[in-house]
C-alpha cells in the first residue's frame, strides 16, 4: 500500500490540554494505549496564553510510560527546549517561527536525548524548511492559531501535509507528520487521507466518556482514511 499506511500505522497523541489540569496523574493514565501524550508549553510571550513548563512535565514523566510530545509554543527555544528533552519528554517540538537557527535547535535537543519537532503555525509555508527537514524527527503542522484548545479545524493546511508525505514516502525525508488543532471524528479522516501520521487530538479524547477507548476509535478511523490515501 503507498503512502502513509505503508509508513507507520497511524499515531494518536491526546493532548492534555483538554484534560482537567486538577487532576493531571488521573487524567494522562485515562489515555493507557496512546502512542503519545502531547502537552502544550505555552509562555504567554510566543501565544497569548499561559499553560504549563517543565516541573509538571517532570512530575508528569514519573507517572506514566507513554512516551511524551512536548510542544513548546515559546520564544527562545534554544535557550528552553534542550531541558525537556534532559528530563525525558521523547519528542521537543519548538516552533519554525521563533527562532532563526532552527538546525541549531534541533541539534541542541537531540544531544539532550529526545527526538526534535519543527512545528509550523497555518499561514506558515512548509517550502522554506524543507531542506532542513533532514535534521529533524517530527514535523508538526497547526493546524488551527497555536494558543488556545477547541478551535475549528483549517483545512488549508492538508497541502501542506502532502509535500511532506510525498517527499518522504519517495525516500528524500524521513521525518514523521504531525498534525494538531481540531482533529476529531469528523476531520480526522481528511487529515489521514493528506498523509498524516500522528493526530493530537484534545477535546475528542477528554471530552468522551471513555478517552481511552475514543483514542482507540480515532486510531482506527485514521488506518481506514489512510488506506485511500495516494500520493
Not at 499506511?5 to 494522562?28: C, G, K, N, Q, Y
Not at 510571550?45 to 504549563?52: A, E, G, K, Q, S
Not at 507517572?63 to 534554544?78: A, E, K, R, S, Y
Not at 501542506?160 to 498534525?179: F, H, M, Q, S
Request: aromatic fraction near 6%; charged fraction near 20%.
Amino acid at each position: 500500500m503507498p503512502g502513509q499506511s505503508a509508513h507507520t500505522a497511524p499515531m494518536i497523541a491526546p493532548s492534555i490540554l483538554a484534560a482537567d489540569f486538577a487532576r493531571l496523574a488521573d487524567e494522562v493514565a485515562a489515555i493507557k494505549g496512546s502512542d503519545w501524550v502531547h502537552v502544550d508549553v505555552m509562555d504567554n510571550h510566543f501565544v497569548p496564553n499561559l499553560t504549563l513548563g517543565l516541573p509538571v512535565v517532570e512530575s508528569l514523566l514519573k507517572v506514566t510510560d507513554i512516551p511524551m510530545d512536548c510542544h513548546l509554543m515559546i520564544d527562545d527555544p534554544g535557550r528552553w527546549a534542550p531541558p525537556y528533552a534532559e528530563a525525558g519528554a521523547h519528542n521537543v517540538t519548538f516552533h519554525a517561527e521563533a527562532t532563526d537557527d532552527p538546525r541549531a535547535v534541533a541539534r541542541d535537543i537531540r544531544a539532550a536525548g529526545a527526538k526534535a519537532g519543527l512545528a509550523i503555525k497555518p499561514g506558515t509555508p512548509v517550502d522554506p524548511y524543507l531542506e532542513i527537514l533532514r535534521d529533524f524527527d517530527t514535523l508538526l503542522v497547526m493546524s488551527v492559531e497555536p494558543g488556545f484548545g477547541g478551535q475549528k479545524f483549517i483545512a488549508e493546511v492538508l497541502p501542506k501535509v502532502g509535500i511532506v508525505r510525498r517527499l518522504v514516502d519517495a525516500g528524500e525525508l524521513t521525518v514523521l507528520v504531525e498534525i494538531d488543532g481540531g482533529i476529531s471524528a469528523d476531520t480526522i479522516e481528511a487529515a489521514a487521507e493528506a498523509g498524516v501520521d500522528c493526530f493530537v487530538a484534545g477535546s475528542a479524547v477528554y471530552g468522551a466518556d471513555d478517552p481511552g477507548r475514543a483514542v482507540s476509535a480515532l486510531r482506527a478511523q485514521a488506518a481506514a482514511a489512510a488506506s485511500h490515501f495516494a500520493p
